[in-house]
DNA sequence: TCGCCCGCATGACACCTGTCATGCCGATCG
DNA sequence: CGATCGGCATGACAGGTGTCATGCGGGCGA
């Protein structure tokens, strides 16, 4: 019996794939928590084999916990399940010594797959989430580029970005200026739009 | 027994979804599409009592799908099951006629019972989202703006925009420029980023 | 019927943005 | 070591952006 811990923070989705893992008969569902920075105590106080972690959640996101237990040498192996096969979590995930990574419109029995491989100390990763990285390359951005652009994506003014991170506002243009002629746009928005999607920011 | 049609493009999670509703005696999955324009089809085909919907899916997203089956006069109900319960979706849900509307992070068992309420005749909203669709009011953009804030989010330049609608450029700012003044914004990333938590493009 | 309001559309003006030339510092390499 | 490259930071300039005054036409209440 491999035993599981589940991360997502929709309340409702994680039931239902709680549901599906229990219809498998050597896989137990063994702890369910919401947010990224439950998942530590409840790998501790539940020791599961395997922990299944989203991207997106509130307290912590899921790479950064993969981290976190891979840091931390904890016994549990981690499988990421996420709604965006972004090339940039991919090779995040791949560093933080993640084994399976599996995109949330994969066919559905791929998760049970992904967690067997993993849980025998295999890999699984989703053919074409792989092929995306590679053909999408490292990522470009400086920590500052990324910085910058995360700031301008909520809609922050650029003299509040120049204010808050001490710089001129020429600065925090001239940096935008370098993210977009390195991500190849024409302006922030589509900037913003592309880092996104590409996982980078 | 309830019959249910599924439509999610997330294939992991709608299969997720079904061994979920399969857990409920009364409730059985006949159909399960990935995509909005697959719909109709279906519900034709096997003759659901409730179609469970999500807004975000390729072809056409759920609100426009429910707002066909409910012009076309379809006998099943529908119950949109989604991630952003933003006030201008469920605004435009309740004008569509669907009788359910849930949140991917509601309590687990939320949807069985939404299903059976409006199988029922009845309806059935999350009330934290109710309450924060009357806070938000009515969308107060007009068409033309939407459609410019839509275009702007996708990053396509001033000038693309007016070529593409036929207007000048000073035009298209003026449009920009009254959407961030009703949105209480002030630059456009802002605007596009108020304009879709709202549920308003 | 007459104002009145709202949506649509434009051009002009002040200001913000994107780009460029420039310089500094630390790391890497022949 | 000196050369070179990449990241960080700045100011100046041209052009794009946000705002305003203005006008047209359709719907709606007085």
Redo the contacts with the bound molecule.
């Keep these: 019996m491999i035993r599981i811990l589940l991360a997502d923070d929709e309340h409702l989705i994680r039931g239902a794939v709680a549901a599906l893992l229990g219809l498998e008969p050597d896989l137990e569902v063994v702890a369910e928590v919401g947010r990224g920075d439950e998942v530590a105590a409840a790998v501790a106080e539940h020791d599961p084999d395997v922990a299944v972690l989203d991207i997106e959640m509130p307290g912590a996101d899921g790479l950064t916990v993969a981290e976190r237990l891979d840091a931390s040498g904890a016994r549990c192996s981690v499988c990421i399940l996420t709604s965006f096969g972004r090339p940039g979590y991919l090779r995040r995930a791949m560093a933080a010594g993640v084994r399976g990574f599996v995109a949330k419109d994969a066919p559905t029995q791929e998760l049970a797959a992904a967690i067997r491989k993993v849980h025998g100390g295999g890999r699984y990763l989703d053919a074409e989430l792989a092929a995306g990285a590679m053909a999408a390359g490292d990522n470009p951005l400086?920590?500052?580029?990324r910085e910058i652009l995360r700031l301008t994506g909520t809609g922050t003014?650029?003299a509040r970005i120049a204010a808050r991170l001490h710089?001129?506002?020429?600065?925090v243009?001239?940096y935008?200026?370098t993210a977009?002629?390195k991500l190849g746009e024409?302006?922030?928005v589509a900037a913003v739009r592309c880092a996104k999607e590409m996982g980078w920011i």
Excluded: A, I, K
């Design positions: 400086s920590e500052r580029e003014e650029t710089l001129s506002e020429g600065t243009r001239n935008l200026s977009m002629t024409s302006n922030r």
